[in-house]
Every structure is written in structure tokens, then in C-alpha cells.
């Protein structure tokens, strides 16, 4: 594709060389270049992507896309206000717009989406309807599988995925879309059809700084449904038993078709209500009331927080399209997302349990789902990530010690802060409701160690934190950690 065709929908402020030439590929990772590429110079929290410009000259690229100029630039510069921002409508356009041609889902919010997307493909999958799947575990579709480096890619990424699903003739792209690529520009330019919020609480506060940020971050999500260049229905599912959820629904600027989702009330003319719901320890099971329909439903699934993310799957299914007794039907054998309220095979006596819970709210969720197990005793371990939100430190070790028989203080992604200060951080909360019924053990494998030998007949373990992750951060470098080999290697040699 021509540049200079590529690059008149973006903003430029000053071009240096030719634009006269012809582009074969995109990338904003200089190792990553191949001849005649764009590469985007993207400004990076450790570095700024002009740093190296030359190597992404030296392995063929032919235009340097970036908001300084490069001096003595062996090639095509153009300079721009904002790198993110044109690297998502040239990707559009280099791609031919392929979300045009997709069914796309947004799933939005603190808790919940990682369980939402699963959810919704296993359904899809159970109709023999293909879908693409964008979010914190993996990107998926047809028989590709890639690891997720960040919940939401970055936009040249997202426009190559889906011009791929609209080539393999997927019609259905569901994607977790985080409050950062939001923010980021990340989404910027891509239409979606249903936009799903699920709850807002504490979390990411390190870079959204308050609640208000944080809330119309994910706000920009709903208020870009109205961009409709393709003329159909959109929907915004919102749980409106969130007090931000109400605010959504409220929001009259919002003007796509809003179906809301509650266990307690009807809060809108189109709704889905869960009522008389029914907790053990082997699934759960309610009254649906909707205004599509009304059925019993039964689930493996257990807690509270599972009941909503049901409602906002079927609220999803519906909106796309699916017969109403369709979908009930596929409701009983849905299967669940990795790390989350996910067993570790291996004792017979008591359980082991790790999910990703890694806010108050969450751990609290996750906590509550385990009582009704009505275990003799509930171990908890857990820790918090450096770099990231401190507010939420005492607050998860509040909520842990509360509803925990003992607790497991330990490291999670330290990241490049001392693990001792987060875990003083996380012990302040403990103090401040004069709990002593934990125990700080700073390397998270023996802390898993510990829990596990502390564990009696009937007793639960729950490793909170990082659920899925195979990985853990310490400074920049990542090595390889995953809570539930962890405890199945623990329990091989201590069982």
C-alpha cells in the first residue's frame, strides 16, 4: 500500500523524505522489522521508541513514524502529535478495517471479564459457531493460541488479528478491554457492537489516580457505541447492581440499546433478573426473569460473583442473536476460565484452590464462593504486585484475615519494588483490625509449602493472586512461576 495513501487520515506536522513508496507491513518493534515497513516509535515507560530507529533502518524499515524528529534519518520521517493515535488508523486502514466485517464484544471492568469471555466461547464453541477471543490469558482463534502479554494488545496488533479471523470467515470477536487501552488509544477507532460492564472496584489506582478516572476510563467504551458506520443494533449490558453500573444506565449520553443485569431489581425495559438463587458446594442454580424469556438455570459453577457473570453471558448470547432456549440449554455444561476457583488435583483430604483474586473485592468474592464449601478451615495465601495500586494493600489483607482461619502473607509480582515494603504495606491492614492470625513468609513457594503442610481433613488452601500466570516479575526480569504446578509439585512430595 502507497504511503501517502496510508497516511492521509492521520495528522501530520511535518514529513521528511518521500512518501512515494510502497508499504508491505507494520510494527512498532524494531526486532520485529522487515523491509519496507512502518515502524511506529512508540514512547515506552523504560524507553522511547526512537531510540531505536536504527535498527528498525537496518532490518528494512522505510518510514519512522514518531513525535520528534530524528535527526540524520536514513529514511522516510513522519512526524506526528500522537504515535499511539496514528498507529491505530493506519493499522485500519493497512488492514481494510476489519472490525467493520466482526460481531464485536467489549467486556469491561475490575472483576469478571477473564470468566465473561471464557464463558461466551464455550458456548459459542457448543453451537459450532467460531469466535475470536482477545483478553488477559491468551488471544485465540481457530487453531491459533497466543500469549497475552498485556489484556488488551496494542492496536497494530488487535487490527492484524482480526484481519485474520475475517479471512478464517469468523464473524465474532469477544475482547477484554482494560481501563489502560482505553486510555492508551489502544481500542481508538474500532466499533463495537456490545460493550459489557461488569463491576468498578479499587484497582489500577497507580495509574488512574481516583475512582472518577478509573470509572470514566471505562466509560469511553460505552460512549464509543454510538460511532455506528455499520448500521446496526448496538447493546450496553451493565450490571446495575454496581454503583457505577447505575451510573451507566443513567447516563442518557449513552444511546445504545442498554440491557441491565441484577439479582434484586428490573432496572431497565430490557433486563435479565436472577432471583431465588440457590448456593452449594457443587454448582448453583436461580430463576431467570428476563425480558427475553424466563427459565431455571443450573450451573457448575459456584459463588456469588459466578451468578453475574452468568447473567451478563446470556445478556451477551442474546444480544448477538442465539435462540433463548439455546443458550439456557449450554448454560449447564459451560466451562469456567483457568485460574479461577480452579482445584489442584493431588490430596484427598482437604483442597487446594488458586484463583487470580488479586483486589479486596475479588479476594472477597472468591472467599465467600469457598465458605459455602463449608470447609473445617480456610488457609489463605496471598500477595500484592509491586509497581501498582499501594491503597489496595491493606485492604486485601483486611478482607483476607477477616474471612480466613489463617493467612499466608507472601511476595506476588514484586516487580521492581522491595517485597518487605509491600508486604508492611499489606500487614498495616491486618494491624488496623488487630488481626494476628497470619504469617509472613516472603518467598511465595515456600509460603505455598507452609499452607499446604498447615492444612488439615476438610480444610480449603486458597493461593490468591495470579491464578493463571505462569510467571513472576522480580525487577524487570521474568522467570517462570505457576501457583498450581507449585502446589501439585508441594503436594507429590508432602502427601
Known amino acids: 500500500m502507497n504511503l501517502k495513501n496510508l497516511i492521509d487520515s492521520i495528522s501530520v506536522k511535518e514529513i521528511f523524505g518521500n512518501t512515494d513508496i510502497d508499504i508491505k507491513g507494520l510494527s512498532y518493534d524494531s526486532r520485529k522489522v522487515s523491509q519496507d515497513n512502518i515502524f511506529f516509535a512508540l514512547k515506552g515507560s523504560h524507553a522511547d521508541g526512537t531510540e531505536f530507529s536504527r535498527q528498525a533502518i537496518s532490518k528494512g524499515a522505510t518510514c519512522i513514524i514518531s513525535e520528534t524528529k530524528i535527526d540524520n534519518c536514513e529514511c522516510t520521517n513522519i512526524v506526528v502529535d500522537n504515535v499511539l493515535d496514528s498507529m491505530s488508523k493506519i493499522s485500519a486502514k493497512f488492514y481494510d478495517y476489519p472490525d467493520k466485517k466482526l460481531t464485536i464484544i467489549g467486556v469491561t471492568g475490575t472483576n469478571g471479564k477473564t470468566s465473561i469471555t471464557y464463558m461466551t466461547e464455550s458456548i459459542l464453541k457448543k453451537l459450532n459457531i467460531d469466535i475470536g477471543v482477545i483478553g488477559t490469558i491468551s488471544y485465540r482463534y481457530a487453531n491459533v493460541v497466543i500469549d497475552a502479554p498485556n489484556t488488551t494488545p496494542q492496536s497494530l496488533d488487535l487490527y492484524k488479528m482480526m484481519s485474520e479471523m475475517v479471512k478464517l470467515n469468523i464473524k465474532y470477536l469477544i475482547m477484554e478491554v ?36 478509573y470509572f470514566n476510563a471505562k466509560k469511553m467504551l460505552f460512549s464509543s457505541l454510538s460511532v455506528n458506520l455499520k448500521n446496526n443494533k448496538k447493546f450496553a449490558i451493565i450490571n446495575s447492581d454496581d454503583f457505577y453500573g447505575k451510573k451507566l444506565l443513567e447516563d442518557s449520553t449513552i444511546t445504545a440499546n442498554k440491557i441491565s443485569y441484577s439479582t434484586s431489581s428490573k432496572n431497565s425495559s430490557l433486563f435479565c433478573l436472577a432471583k431465588n438463587i440457590l448456593l452449594n458446594s457443587t454448582g448453583s442454580c436461580f430463576n431467570m426473569e428476563s425480558s427475553f424469556g424466563n427459565a431455571t438455570i443450573n450451573i457448575n459453577q459456584i459463588g456469588m460473583h459466578n451468578i453475574y457473570n452468568i447473567l451478563a453471558v446470556f445478556c451477551i448470547c442474546i444480544s448477538i442473536g442465539l435462540e433463548f432456549n439455546k443458550i439456557v440449554d449450554c448454560l449447564k455444561e459451560m466451562s469456567g476460565a483457568p485460574g479461577r476457583l480452579e482445584k489442584v488435583n ?3 483430604d482437604f483442597s487446594v484452590i488458586v484463583d487470580y483474586a488479586h483486589t479486596d473485592d475479588a479476594l472477597k468474592n472468591v472467599l465467600s464462593a469457598i465458605k459455602s464449601l463449608k470447609p473445617a478451615k480456610i488457609i489463605t495465601v496471598f500477595g500484592c ?21 489463617f493467612v499466608f502473607i507472601t511476595s506476588d509480582n514484586p516487580r521492581e519494588e522491595n517485597p518487605d515494603e509491600i508486604i508492611s504495606d499489606i500487614e498495616a491492614g491486618a494491624k488496623e483490625i488487630n488481626k494476628t492470625n497470619y504469617k509472613i513468609v516472603v518467598d511465595r513457594k515456600e509460603a505455598i509449602k507452609q499452607a499446604i503442610i498447615e492444612a488439615r481433613k476438610n480444610d480449603v488452601v486458597l493461593i490468591a493472586g495470579k491464578g ?28
Open 178 to 213: 482494560s481501563s489502560h487501552s482505553l486510555v492508551l488509544g489502544r481500542v481508538s477507532g474500532i466499533e463495537f457492537d456490545i460493550a459489557v460492564f461488569t463491576n468498578l472496584t479499587q484497582d489500577h489506582l497507580d495509574f488512574h489516580k481516583n475512582m472518577d478516572n
Open 346 to 348: 493431588g490430596s484427598k
Open 385 to 405: 504486585g509491586g509497581n501498582r495500586d499501594k491503597t489496595k494493600r491493606p485492604k486485601m489483607a483486611k478482607v483476607a484475615c477477616s474471612m480466613s482461619d
Open 468 to 495: 493463571h500466570e505462569n510467571y513472576q516479575i522480580i525487577g524487570r526480569t521474568k522467570i517462570h512461576f505457576d501457583d498450581r504446578e507449585t502446589a501439585s509439585e508441594i503436594l507429590k512430595n508432602f502427601r
